[in-house]
């Protein structure tokens, strides 16, 4: 069984919004006995909120629901814990290695790392703009997905 962790700044957001949408995609595609995914904050600062209205609105319109979510912090011991510990963005690895100390068995990546656009997922707390937030998570996620599949 793969255990995937989703990490962003508060797990408000960007991180819940890829841990549902993965989730989707696992049991869209019949395999979601083959994997644990949870998501994580960096910081204790959103710490038991639960996912920020609009981002929830934005999976609602998808088809996606989040409700029991509530925000949690990644810990030192989430790095053995995990397979894979996949962040949003640049910051997110920095503060990541800051929590765990090292990543020996490079399994801290972001998750547009996955597709031919690199880079970080848009901060939507911050541009407002929930639909590309979205839209990034769910290409980044598939793009997981199928390389997951195919090892």
């Known amino acids: 069984m793969k255990k995937i962790v989703f990490v962003c700044l508060g797990n408000i957001c960007r991180s819940p919004m890829a841990e549902f949408v993965f989730k989707r995609l696992i049991r869209d595609a ?4 083959e994997y644990v995914v949870e998501s994580r904050a960096t910081s204790y600062e959103e710490e038991n909120n639960p996912v920020y209205p609009p981002a929830a609105s934005e999976l609602r319109k998808h088809g996606v629901d989040c409700a029991e979510k509530y925000a949690s ?15 949003m ?9 800051r929590i765990v100390g090292s990543d020996p068995e490079r399994k801290i990546v972001r998750l547009l790392d996955y ?13 407002r703009d929930f639909r590309l937030t979205y839209n990034q998570i769910e290409k980044g996620c598939k793009a997981l997905l199928a390389t997951l599949q195919a090892e």
Not at 117 to 122: L, N, Q, S, V, W
């Open 115 to 127: 597709t031919e656009e690199k880079g970080d997922i848009a901060d939507p707390y911050f541009t």
């Open 30 to 33: 019949g395999v979601a006995g």
């Open 73 to 87: 912090r990644l810990e030192k011991s989430d790095y053995d814990k995990y397979d894979l510990i996949i962040c």
């Open 89 to 97: 963005e640049e910051a997110n690895v920095k503060n990541v290695l």
